[in-house]
Structure formats: C-alpha cells, structure tokens
C-alpha cells in the first residue's frame, strides 16, 4: 500500500509524464473497447462521482489516477489515497483516458468482479438484446432505485461494464447482482414470472395486480422482446400513453414498469429523496 493506517500518505504518487507509459496504453485501450474487461478482468472507472460510489460500496481500487489539476484538490486526493497505487499524469494524458467531451479529472482501476450467478428467487430484469449504452445504465439506475436486486443481460446486450454504461449507470452497478451473455434457455432456472409490456396488450398496466418478486422483461431498441420471450410472460401489459402511441424510449419504459410494481406493494414516498 503507498499509504501508512491513521497517517499521512508515506510516498508521493507516481508521476507519469509520456503517453507510451505502459499504464496508459492499458487505460487506453481499455476504455475504448467496451468488452475489453472480459478479457483483461479490470474496469476503469471514471470520474469523481463513480469512484466515490465504488468506495462508498465497500470496494477496493488496484490503481487510481488522478490528473495534475485534479492532484489540487484535496478531496480528489483523498479518494486517490484510497487505492493501493496513485500514479499522477498530465491533464492532456488524462484527458486522452477519457470516453467524454470533458475529461475526467480522477479514475480508479479496479478487478472486475465477473458475470454473477443467477439467482432464482431475486426480483430481477431481463435485457433481450439491448443495444444503447445509455438506455442500458440508465435501467441499471431504476433498477437499484425500485429495489431489483439482479440484472439478467442476453446474449447480443450491450456490455453491461463497458465504460460508457458504467458512466450512464452513475454507480447503481455496484449494488446489483449483473449476470451477462446468457441465452433464453437460461431464463428457465428462474423462479419467478416473466412480465412485459407491448403497445398491442389489452390490459393497461395500472389495472393490473403485478407479481412480486417478477422479472420484467425489456427488449430489442427496434424489435422489442423476441416472439419466443413474450410467448413465456406470464403477464403482457400496455403501458397507457394519451399523448401517442409508442412514444416511450425503453429506458423510460423500465422505469414505469418498476415505479408501478413498487406503488403496488406499498413503498412508502416519504422515505427520503432518492
């Protein structure tokens, strides 16, 4: 560890100053090839936010990196010292790692902890063939926020850890159990019904008593859920929409979905801000 318990950092971080470090090719490439993690078991995780919620969950970095501007800032600092190896580059390095308009001024390195084991009994989503980052972090966050406990990503998903859902996740990855790359058949170990929703079902899903724990099922961008997935929902509903037919964007839809199963089982709203 480059830090002493209950004193002051013993060494100051490694400063890495040309872009052909080995270090930076890694990052490089790892933040530009969005399954890169399967092959290498690391995540980078960017930004300031992120690795608070990492560390918040209990987590432990192998490497933060932190940009020159960023070694200003005590907080950045401090977070950096939470990681077994601080190493301190250049902003324009720095900026180079990042998979944003605006670089990020802190990252962690950290293991990745690998495709879950499904669990049979937890409430869960099912992602059929999901392709947008963004929608998909975006579900990951509703998912913590309406107390699904796993998330079950099908073959031709988006990777769930690739660096731009992560980004889009905004920390919800690691509180939820993430199981990737199965295929439909794999569905049959659940315990638990299948719901969806379709713009063609009769029953809206407000008139219907939904079952908990469920998996809802969301799908294909385009396609939608897969004729033999559909075939296995216990429950088919339409989601109401006065202003127009089909005008909800999947992530907006899992929120719906997952803010009516938890309204049906009595959440309370006065249990604190979101």
Known sequence: MHHTEGGPVSTGPRAISSRDNPLLVRLRKLAGDPGGYRKTGELWIEGEHLCEAFVAKGGSARQAVVSESGWQRPELRALADRADAVTRVPDALMAGLSTLESAQALGFVVAWPGSAPLDPHAPSLVLDRLQ?????????????????RQVLALKGTAALWSPKVLRAGMGAHFGLRLVESLGEGDLAALQLPLLATSSHAAEALDAAPLPWPCA????HEGQGVSAALLARCALTLRIPQPGGEESLNVAAAAAVCLYESARQRGFSTSAGPA
Do not use: E, K, P, Y
């Open 132 to 148: 947008d980052a963004g929608n998909v972090g975006a579900i990951l966050r509703s998912a913590a926020a309406f107390g699904v």
């Open 216 to 219: 809802w099922v969301l799908g």
